[in-house]
């Protein structure tokens, strides 16, 4: 920490993989003077399929990673470790946490026919946040989870419009068309680079909605009470860390963050990943 000034360090976001750029974009949007860290755990993801061991002795690295970096304020860019860990991270380290609140009261007071669709992981759809969303939005609207395996692993390949990806996002998204669904929740941070796509099949009256922007907008306010908003004069820098292999990880990041940015691979990574390995296996 810059103990004379926290305001000027840095804010920590990371995601299981990649999905969380599309939380950074908004960040960046909503601060343009901030100063960024980025994680990516893509040599882990995706973490639905892995223990929730696993989950939280990856979170927990990454989140002293950051720390480490002089992080003032940590982003949970990813619905399936909010799901998995939120609780836990907040108990143990003392800064503000932010983290992904699936858009459902918006798109309750957006839809016309009463339907929603949540497109999210497996993982996310099972954990008790969203039980609680159902309890509180699910006597005014009909929520449809639809669980989406595999979408996760083609935003990580970089493959946002091929077949493969089309072809599984129709049979996600058609149910919900079916079933009357007129607002579509993404419930994970990948989707919001297969937004296009997803538009194109569910057609011009169906709304997409995305929480990034009330997340940084959240993110904001919550520096703001702080006292930890950065006062600087200048745009902000963003640097960025992976678990997957150095070459794919700059490919991808650069891909997604629409400008060649070096990638640094996570250190210590493999320390942290044999340990949790042999301890919790999938
Ligand atoms: N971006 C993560 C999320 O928001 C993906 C989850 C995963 O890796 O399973 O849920």
Redesign the pocket.
């Known amino acids: 920490m810059n103990a004379a000034n926290p305001a000027k360090n840095p804010i920590g976001v990371f995601?299981?993989?990649v999905?969380?750029l599309s939380v950074l974009h908004e960040i960046r949007r909503e601060l343009p003077g901030e100063d960024l860290l980025y994680v990516a755990?893509s040599g882990?993801?995706?973490?639905?399929?892995?223990s929730t061991q696993l989950i939280e002795a990856r979170v927990i690295a990454i989140v002293e990673f950051l720390l480490s970096q002089r992080a003032k304020a940590i982003v949970v860019?990813?619905?399936?470790?909010?799901?998995v860990a939120i609780q836990m991270l907040r108990a143990r380290f003392p800064v503000p946490i932010i983290a992904?609140e699936p858009a459902v009261k918006p798109a309750a007071a957006h839809t016309q026919s009463g339907v929603i669709g949540v497109l999210?992981?497996s993982?996310?759809i099972a954990s008790n946040n969203f039980a609680k969303l159902h309890e509180r939005f699910g006597a005014d609207v009909k929520i449809l989870m639809q669980a989406c395996p595999g979408l996760?692993e083609q935003v990580e390949a970089g493959n946002l419009s091929g077949d493969k990806t089309r072809a599984l996002i129709e049979q996600y998204v058609l149910p919900l068309l079916e079933q009357r669904a007129d607002t579509i929740v993404l419930?994970?941070?990948?989707?919001p680079f297969l937004a296009p796509l997803i538009s194109e099949i569910a057609g011009p009256t169906v709304a997409i909605i995305d929480p990034s922007p009330a997340i940084a907008r959240e993110l904001r306010r919550r520096l703001a009470t702080a006292n930890l908003l950065s006062t600087v004069s200048r745009a902000g820098t963003e640097r960025f860390w992976s678990s997957a292999a150095p070459d794919r990880a700059q490919t991808i990041i650069s891909q997604l963050w629409q400008v060649d940015v070096e990638v640094h691979s996570l250190p210590n990574d493999a320390t942290v990943d044999a340990a949790t390995r042999s301890r919790a296996p999938l």
């Open positions: 995601d299981s993989g999905g969380g755990d882990h993801a995706p973490y639905g399929d892995k860019a990813c619905n399936t470790a909010t799901g992904m999210a992981t993982r996310t996760v419930g994970c941070t990948h989707y």
